[in-house]
């Protein structure tokens, strides 16, 4: 059997398709055809913005979220994480910006060592805003099944029950200013970050 390639079309099936021109591969577009569906791709093609530090270009999709300002680099104290809600006031929206004093995945300031996380546990929805631990980087135990999340790598499961990272919160940094600006991955307890 003759498996189409690029290029190299069954002789059979030319001509037989309509507005395509005779001599042109079953398997490659016509010139109109690849202007509408790059007309249509383009159309639902999100915002995105890359995490610095992350080698696979962990991307977070921004169109629907609020630009909100956290907190400043200038006021920033390493291994002092500052409280702030991220997406809205609602459930689990409990978050920390934190100063790392290392790099870290999605890191931003000229260390690429700030970084923010949701607080609340993936598994079951524990409690971890009072966990932070300065010497490990992590966020953890939780106090319900002691799940751990490094932070320096986009907040990964180190040890516990826990299977998903803890959702990352992108920043942007205009001057000194931090800016929330998106979220990957979903906080617990919601079908959708923004709806609820
Ligand atoms: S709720 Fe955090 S480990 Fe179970």
Known sequence: MMIPTMGSAPKGNLGSRKGIRPDEPECLFSRREMLFKGATALAVLPIVVHFPGSAKGLEAILTRYPRKKIGSLKRLVTDK??????????????????KLGARAGGGVGKDQDVVAFNATC?????PLVASYKAETKTLGACLFHLTTFDLTRH???VSGQAYQSLPQVALDVVGND?????????????FDNIKG
């Open 81 to 98: 994480p500052v409280i702030f809600n991220y997406p809205d006031d609602g459930a689990q929206s409990l978050s920390l910006l934190i």
């Open 122 to 126: 993936t598994h079951q929805g524990g």
């Open 155 to 157: 907040g990964i499961v």
């Open 178 to 190: 931090i800016y929330a600006v998106g979220i990957t991955g979903l906080l617990f307890g919601r």
